[in-house]
């Protein structure tokens, strides 16, 4: 049977890539303990791709169970997004960061590599760069992260590195710039818990009206309207990367890590003005101080996706904020 392995596939990005794998496996074999994301999840999928899909309840850590899974679904091919992703909570619980995000990367690493393992693809952050030494970052920038979890991301890359050499297996870490957005029938999409941190599930709340106000965290950075500037990118155009990677991985002997954005850099008023302009929604903000440890801008250089996957992100502002109202909507009734 042709079926992949997908660690924390249950998860916001890991679900939406499984969307978009439909069309190339027979069954996706989910490794999710659930940890920041619901069992529900696996009867959506199983509605929108119409395959197998198989859940197990287990940790990365967990290498005797992964050896036990691995034993009867051989992991050929295999996309590791499992892991924490708050850059706050990883100031604060440093410990379970690198637990979850390097050891259970090792510990997968380890299991895989008794099980025939053939192409890898790690979910990696622009986290890893840093402060900007120039901009866009591309993927020969230096690496200094400012915060534990770009810390441990930059750490799981290193080890991804060196264990695909010694197991001769085809590998590609994926430097995530800023995802947004929802699968477009609202199914699926980012579900966080308790308050959000990040700009769009924020903004989603406000709108909703389970939070006020939103609050702007400074509007006097050198950018083009003083507002922070990230390269959003649409949660299917960044589905859509993982398939022209293991593409990419499957035909080539690989060994790389390769930006995944759109290039562009937004502000947070352009968002702002999308949601009013274009959508007719408006909602409260206030401008704040600045947000500790914020960068004022950064943006990805992607010729590397381009000229190695053949892949280029498509969707505009307007359909990442247009998709996101519809996750909430629907979201609103789950
Ligand atoms: P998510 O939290 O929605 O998904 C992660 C999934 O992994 C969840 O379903 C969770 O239950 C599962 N998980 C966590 N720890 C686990 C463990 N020990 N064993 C098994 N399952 C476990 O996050 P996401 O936004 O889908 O991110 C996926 C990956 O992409 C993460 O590794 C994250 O660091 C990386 N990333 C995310 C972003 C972003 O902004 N969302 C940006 C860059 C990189
Ligand atoms: N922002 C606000 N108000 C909010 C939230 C965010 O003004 O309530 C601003 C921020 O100051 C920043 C921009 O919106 O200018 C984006 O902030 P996010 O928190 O949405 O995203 P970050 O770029 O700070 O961080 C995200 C993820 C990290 C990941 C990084 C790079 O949270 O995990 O992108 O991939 F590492």
């Known amino acids: 049977m042709n079926r992949i392995i997908v660690t924390g596939g249950l998860g916001y990005i890991g679900s939406h890539t499984i969307v978009e794998l439909k069309d190339s496996y027979d069954e996706f074999v989910i490794i999710d303990n659930l940890s920041n994301s619901e069992e529900s999840v696996v009867e959506r999928l199983r509605t929108l791709t119409k395959k197998s899909i198989l859940h197990f309840n287990i940790s990365i850590n967990d290498e005797l169970e992964l050896d036990r899974i691995f034993q009867s ?17 990883s ?3 440093p410990y379970e960061y690198f ?25 990696s952050s622009a986290t890893v760069y840093g402060e900007p030494k120039y901009l866009p970052y ?11 979890y770009g810390r ?39 579900k966080p818990v308790g308050v ?16 006020k106000c939103l609050k702007v965290f400074g509007d006097d950075y050198n950018t083009k309207d003083g507002t922070g500037e990230r390269d959003y990118i ?20 690989a060994n ?7 290039g562009n850099s937004i502000s947070v008023m352009e968002i702002i003005d999308t949601f009013k302009n274009s959508l007719s929604i408006k909602f409260e903000y206030d401008i704040v101080s600045r947000r500790p440890g914020d960068l004022p801008k950064y943006f990805a250089g992607t010729d590397k996706a381009r000229k190695l996957l053949k892949w280029k992100a498509e969707s505009t502002v307007l359909d990442m904020c247009r998709d996101s109202l519809n996750w909430q909507k629907h979201y609103n009734k789950l």
């Open 73 to 89: 679904i051989t992991p050929k091919h295999v996309i590791h997004f499992a892991g924490l992703k708050s850059v706050k909570d």
């Open 99 to 123: 637990l979850t995000n390097v050891a259970g990367t090792a510990s997968l690493l380890n299991s895989l590599s008794k099980h025939q393992c053939e192409n890898f693809i790690f979910s």
């Open 256 to 262: 790389d890590v390769i930006n995944i954005g759109t």
């Open 152 to 190: 441990t991301k930059l750490a799981a890359e290193q080890l991804i590195n060196q264990w695909a050499t010694l197991n001769k297996v085809s590998s590609l870490s994926l430097r995530y710039f800023n995802p947004v957005g929802a699968h477009s029938s609202g199914m699926i999409g980012e």
């Open 91 to 93: 100031e604060e619980k």
């Open 234 to 253: 649409h949660i299917t155009d960044l589905a859509r990367a993982h398939v022209a990677a293991l593409n990419y991985s499957k035909s080539n002997r």
């Open 196 to 211: 959000p941190n990040n700009l769009m599930p924020y903004i989603l709340e406000v709108i909703s009206g389970k939070l």
């Open 138 to 148: 591309d993927e020969n920038h230096p690496t200094i992260p400012i915060n534990n």
